[in-house]
């Protein structure tokens, strides 16, 4: 399953011709708005990736019938570059609030997603001027549990790869089975960078947005 990135490629092709922001933006139904600070959006597949290389959680938000909620969670991934599709691979115990929702939604439950790295606190003359720096990615996708045993195997080697860099970890057929494996598909996802600005130029500049703004 491929993933929409957003942004237009000539505005973000070319730091003199790009779009600084998108002020205009505003919300429609069944549409995804684009990011408003065009300036710090990442469309590149291999800066994406690397992005993703350095992010050790992702926080996957849901519904179910209790409501709105949120969790942290280890994964591997596997990226596309032709299509720029990402799947994000967990594993987990049989049981459990987010396997019941996975379920409960006939195995395709609609989810977000955020994960972030680089985060540093930028330090500012007044109080207004603090801000932070941070490279994240935040995506829509649909998340279900994996049946076949060697997909599972898969998405078990590519966590101890992303995890524990070990890409060649074995798997008998009970430790597979031990386990329950389940997957994201990202349907959206954008990447956004906003880094530390060195003194001189922040010294008269505020920074804004927080680590997964869009």
């Known amino acids: ?5 957003t942004g237009n490629a000539n505005e973000l092709t070319g730091s003199a011709h790009r779009t600084k922001r998108r002020d205009d933006e505003r919300t429609v139904a069944g549409e995804h708005r684009r990011m408003r600070r065009a300036d710090r959006e990442i469309i590149d597949h291999a800066q994406i990736v690397e992005i993703i290389s350095r992010c050790d959680i992702i926080d996957m938000a849901y519904m179910d019938a209790e409501g709105l ?3 942290p969670l280890n994964f591997g991934y596997e990226y596309d570059y032709e299509t720029g599709g990402l799947t994000l691979w967990m594993h987990s115990a049989s049981r459990g609030r987010k396997l019941d929702a996975i379920r409960a939604a006939g195995n395709r439950l609609p989810v977000s997603f955020a994960m972030r790295t680089d985060c540093e606190v930028i330090e500012g003359r007044t109080a207004c001027n603090w801000g932070e720096a941070f490279t994240s990615i935040v995506g829509n996708g649909v998340a279900s549990i994996v049946d076949d045993l060697d997909e599972r195997r898969r998405g078990l080697q590519l966590l101890m790869a992303h ?12 430790q ?9 598909e990202a349907t959206r996802l954008t990447a956004k960078a906003h880094a530390k600005p060195n003194r001189a130029h922040h010294a008269g500049e505020s920074a804004e947005n927080g680590p997964t703004a869009s």
Do not use: G, R
């Open 69 to 71: 909620t949120i969790v």
């Open 163 to 174: 995890q524990a860099h070990m890409p060649h970890v074995e798997f008998t057929d009970a």
């Open 176 to 184: 597979v089975n031990s386990v329950t494996v389940w997957k994201i």
């Open 1 to 5: 399953m491929s993933a929409e990135n």
